[in-house]
């Protein structure tokens, strides 16, 4: 599966935030932010939204 470059753009709260909680996980800033990120997406795509998303004939990227 190929991967996709992405930018935040972060509140400087949210930025402090990103920085801290990575920081408790000994990670980099960036790798906290994707795996978080992937989490959210892997719950969040659920099959009710993906009908959604094909009842309105939107096409989907793989």
Same mark, same amino acid.
Do not use: C, F
């Given at each position: 599966m /190929?991967?996709?470059?992405?930018? #935040? +753009? #972060?509140? /400087? =709260? +949210?930025? =402090?935030? #990103?920085h801290a909680l990575a920081a408790l996980e000994d990670l980099p800033p960036e790798v906290y932010a994707a795996e978080v990120l992937a989490r959210h997406l892997y719950h969040a795509y659920t099959p009710d939204v993906q009908r959604a998303v094909e009842a309105r004939g939107q096409r989907q990227q793989p």
């Open positions: /190929p991967h996709e470059p992405i930018t #935040l +753009q #972060l509140t /400087p =709260r +949210q930025a =402090r935030a #990103l």
